[in-house]
Nanobody, 125 residues
Framework: QYQVVESGGGLVQPGGSLTLSCSAS????????VAWYRQAPGKERERVSC????????QYADSVKGRFTISRDNAKNPAYLQMNSLKPEDTGVYYC??????????????????WGQGTLVTVSS
């Protein structure tokens, strides 16, 4: 059974940092494009960042550019989302998603089948 699992969420003060991890079970994540989405209470799901299987393919939402970094080591399983200079508006449940096609994981979330259960990030003083 193919699954993706997020970890690393928690409570952090504004200006702080967190690193989220996305791991795969049942398949090798390195062969898949990966995206991070988030959903805040009362708001629509937002794509935060995505990355293909090749270097230089990372994309970011304007709201996180310069603060968040998506990365992966295709020799190992996890993909990561390094989040710096966190703001209260970054609060939400963060989901990892994976697909064999970069265009799907980055632009067509309704077509995604591989989603994690989500990890809560709370930015508050």
């Amino acid at each position: 059974q193919y699954q993706v699992v997020e970890s690393g969420g928690g409570l952090v003060q504004p200006g702080g940092s967190l690193t989220l991890s996305c791991s795969a079970s049942g398949f090798t994540l390195g062969s898949y494009a990966v995206a991070w989405y988030r959903q805040a209470p009362g708001k629509e799901r937002e794509r935060v960042s995505c990355i293909g299987t090749r270097e230089g393919t990372a994309q970011y939402a304007d709201s996180v550019k310069g603060r968040f970094t998506i990365s992966r080591d295709n020799a190992k399983n996890p993909a990561y989302l390094q989040m710096n200079s966190l703001k209260p508006e970054d609060t939400g449940v963060y989901y990892c998603a994976a697909d064999t096609m970069t265009v799907v994981v980055c632009s067509r979330p309704n077509d995604l089948e591989l989603w994690g259960q989500g990890t809560l990030v709370t930015v508050s003083s």
